[in-house]
């Protein structure tokens, strides 16, 4: 059992839902959300009047609720503050799962509070599947997999408020190891649902068949990507324009990779596809793109 998240990175959750008034128990009494991960027959009460967990946490918490909100935190039953690692996560993962935190907006910013948290220790809480249309999270150790990029493209989803993006930047997560073919194929969908949002921003309209090679040279022309103040002369300028035509050539590269080895085409049985390493390589690509215009944007509403 690891013990790579510290007490300090612990208390700095707990301390981020008492500053915010956050109920680590969400609609659920503290009795009902401790049994779905303790045995609270088998632990013993603090209150002598009881004879397990489970009458004294309901006496104080349900009957006189005179126990301080974050009494869990320090109680050294549970023991947060120095359990193992899969402990103390499966507590965060918890405490965002549908049951307990139904309202999926309340359910994500908490799990980027932990997750702010957690990326110093080497772990985060992404999704792990849908119930009724609600994320459920889980705990995974950080690897080299695409994370930085699926962060910038995060920030990306944020900028142009798409919710769709953000759907898309969740099922990377998901599937960038154990899933290339999925990441390919969301990479593309990732950079196409980018341009539309931009060109919708700009109240550019555009074709419903449009290709993505279309739609990302629709919004290379529209945003006007080459700097102003740069003569024709100036040293690197050159080098510049090539770099922004390579840019564009990211998107045509995308959508052909995708058609080959991503998700959403079918395949013979003798077909192969490819590794986790080519998954990052396109979620990188994708996320390289989407950061560069979406930048560009944003400072062209400055």
Request: with cysteine.
């Amino acid at each position: 059992m690891s013990h790579s998240i510290s007490r300090a990175i612990r208390k700095n959750i707990f301390d981020g839902l008492t500053l915010d008034e956050v109920s680590w128990s969400g609609k659920l009494d503290d009795v009902d959300f401790l049994s779905r991960l303790y045995d609270l027959e088998d632990l013993p009460s603090t209150d002598s009047r009881y004879k397990t967990a489970s009458g004294d946490i309901y006496q104080h918490r349900v009957n006189n609720w005179d126990w301080e909100n974050d009494w869990v935190f320090t109680d050294k039953r549970f023991s947060l503050l120095t359990c193992s690692d899969e402990n103390f996560l499966a507590f965060l993962a918890e405490t965002i799962h549908p049951v307990v935190r139904p309202d999926l907006d309340e359910a994500r910013k908490l799990a980027e509070h932990y997750n702010d948290q957690l990326k110093a220790a080497g772990w985060e809480l992404v999704e792990a599947e849908r119930i009724a249309g609600r994320p459920r999270f889980e705990a995974k150790p950080l690897s080299s997999s695409g994370k930085r990029s699926i962060a910038r493209g995060r920030e990306v989803s944020k900028a142009l408020d798409a919710g769709w993006m953000a759907q898309e930047i969740a099922r990377l997560e998901r599937s960038i190891d154990d899933d290339p073919a999925l990441a390919i194929g969301t990479a593309k969908d990732l950079t196409e649902t980018c341009c539309k949002s931009i060109l919708k921003e700009l109240g550019i309209e555009f074709a419903k068949s449009a290709s993505l090679q279309e739609l990302s040279k629709a919004v290379l022309k529209e945003l006007k990507l080459v700097p102003e103040g740069i003569s024709e002369q100036a040293k690197g300028a050159e080098s510049i324009r090539l770099l922004l035509r390579n840019l564009g050539a990211i998107s045509h590269y995308l959508a052909e990779v995708r058609g080959l080895y991503g998700s959403g085409h079918g395949r013979d049985g003798k077909h192969r596809g490819l590794e986790a390493r080519h998954a990052r390589l396109a979620v990188g690509a994708a996320v390289v793109f989407i950061d560069f215009v979406t930048e560009t944007y944003r400072k062209r509403g400055q």
